[in-house]
């Protein structure tokens, strides 16, 4: 009879493995190509220009999402019109400083591949010299990289937003100013100022939105070249928090938690299931926060349904 018990039971282990193995996306290939630009880009609600370098001309540049395992084939292209050499930095990657993060001339082009080995969430920017330049004027952007399998440590998320925060400096051409961090005027939420804010910005249409009881997952990069950020959600607390985004590092039921320069996290919140509530996700540095680094979350039960999944995460 034990036997028997014990037979059944490691057969539906080896079931399960078998499942679990079918279940397993095979590891892909995924062709990411960039173009640097500089470019204008309105850098408020109300339409404010500025003399950016980008990503394919927005600030930040397009999410990059793949799965642990996945190889990434990149390309990025320097167009001729461009005055400056540009390069793509992937903290995703490990690979040679030197070879595949070189600086990239106007009217060449780079191109290179990496294995996204370890789950997590990663910034990405520009490294090309003065590289504080590079990143404040706007070439940054965010990589996830999601694990093979989702667990109760690391469940999926009902909504998920990417968030990056930047310093914006007015004058662009000032790299002496950024490096003694004089003269920044703003934070920038996914390049604007109060971007997901009609509290502190009358000008702002949009906010992230969710269902009461909903897990929301904010991916939030600190995209600042010399402030680091202290992650805090007003009238919430975060549920976990993913170091590194890595499903390795859970942190559970946080006020605030800090994001170092260049430096990117996971937080997952969940609102209460049985009314409607407003979150503010804030930059409890103050000098940030009221610079800009304030995001409404509104918890009603007439949330868009389609905001916060697939290519709504970056809103
Ligand atoms: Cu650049």
Redesign the pocket.
């Known amino acids: 009879m034990k036997k028997t018990k014990l037979s059944v039971i490691m057969g539906a282990a080896v079931a399960m493995t078998a499942l679990m193995g079918v279940s397993q996306a095979a590891a892909k290939t995924i062709h990411v190509t960039m173009t640097?630009m500089e470019n204008e880009v309105e850098i408020d609600n109300k339409g404010t220009k500025y003399a950016a370098?980008t990503y394919d001309g927005t600030i930040p540049g397009k999410v990059v999402r793949v799965t642990e395992g996945d190889t990434v084939d990149f390309t990025l292209i320097n167009p001729k019109e461009n005055k400056?050499s540009?390069?793509m930095d992937f903290h995703a990657a490990e690979v040679n400083v030197l070879d595949e993060f070189g600086a990239v001339k106007p009217g060449e082009s780079k191109h290179f591949t990496f294995e996204a080995k370890r789950a997590g969430l990663y910034m990405y920017h520009?490294g090309?010299s003065t590289m504080a330049q590079?990143i404040a004027r706007g070439?940054y952007g965010a990589i996830i990289v999601d694990p093979k399998e989702f667990s109760d440590a690391f469940p999926k998320a009902d909504r998920e937003y990417v968030i990056i925060q930047s310093q914006f400096f007015p004058d662009a051409e000032n790299v002496g100013a950024m490096l003694e961090n004089s003269g920044w005027t703003n934070s920038l939420i996914n390049g604007k100022v109060f971007h997901y804010d009609p509290v502190h910005d009358a000008n702002a249409t949009k906010a992230l939105v969710s269902k009461p009881g909903e897990r929301v997952r904010i991916f939030f990069v600190n995209a600042n070249i010399n402030m680091p950020v202290a992650l805090h959600p007003i009238a919430g607390i975060w549920d976990r928090v993913y170091l590194n985004g890595s499903p390795k590092n859970v942190l559970y039921d946080m006020q605030t938690v800090g994001v170092p320069v260049a430096g990117a996290s996971a937080f997952d919140i969940v609102s209460p299931a049985d009314k409607a509530t407003n979150v503010a996700i804030v930059d409890h540095t103050m000098s940030a926060a009221l610079r800009g680094a304030i995001t409404v979350l509104m918890n009603n039960k007439d949330a868009d349904p389609t905001m916060g999944k697939g290519d709504k995460i970056l809103p």
Do not use: D, I, T
């Open positions: 640097a370098w400056n540009h390069s520009c090309a590079h070439m």
